[in-house]
């Protein structure tokens, strides 16, 4: 980054990710600046690429969709499997909510939502493994989840 952030930007940090529909005004209030100085604040971490849209939350429980699964996922050829062709594939299927190209045991760590595990179940056979260069698997069903704030 060129730019260096300070203390008051990283206050303003902590607000938004707290919750990131407030004003600029409510944003100054959190901090103790104008609402023209946040406003002005906020505009450069956007320009800088620090905040990144607006985040909507979905509650999936309600939703009908009660099973998380973290699926971890190792390529069983990837020499002939390109990353993009398996990527491509993967983002396609609506259940799985997240894919991250990870570095260790897996290649793949996927978030995964179903209704329930015998919906997860058909999803796994059905969809994830027919995908192409899919080898080794593990997955863990998610008991609970807090969302905790960054490291600001």
């Keep these: 980054m060129t730019e260096a952030i300070d203390d008051t930007d990283r206050a303003i940090l902590r607000v938004v990710q707290a919750n990131a529909r407030l004003s600029a005004g409510a944003v100054g209030r959190a901090v103790d600046l104008s ?6 604040r906020l505009r450069r ?11 909507l939350t979905l509650d999936l429980e309600k939703l009908g969709f009660g099973v998380t699964v973290f699926l971890g996922i190792k390529l069983a050829t990837k020499g002939r ?5 398996f990527e491509r594939a ?4 609506p259940e799985v909510r997240r894919v991250e190209h990870v570095l260790g045991r897996y290649d793949y760590r996927l978030r995964v939502t179903a209704r329930d595990l015998p919906d997860f179940e058909r999803v796994l056979r059905r969809r994830i493994m027919a995908l192409p260069g899919v080898g080794e698997m593990e997955a863990n069903v998610l008991l609970s989840e807090e969302r905790l704030p960054g490291p600001l």
């Design 81 to 85: 499997v390109s990353l993009d062709d």
């Design 35 to 40: 609402q023209p100085a946040a406003w002005r």
């Design 90 to 93: 993967v983002t396609a299927i």
């Design 45 to 55: 971490l956007r320009d800088l690429g620090i905040l990144r849209g607006r985040e």
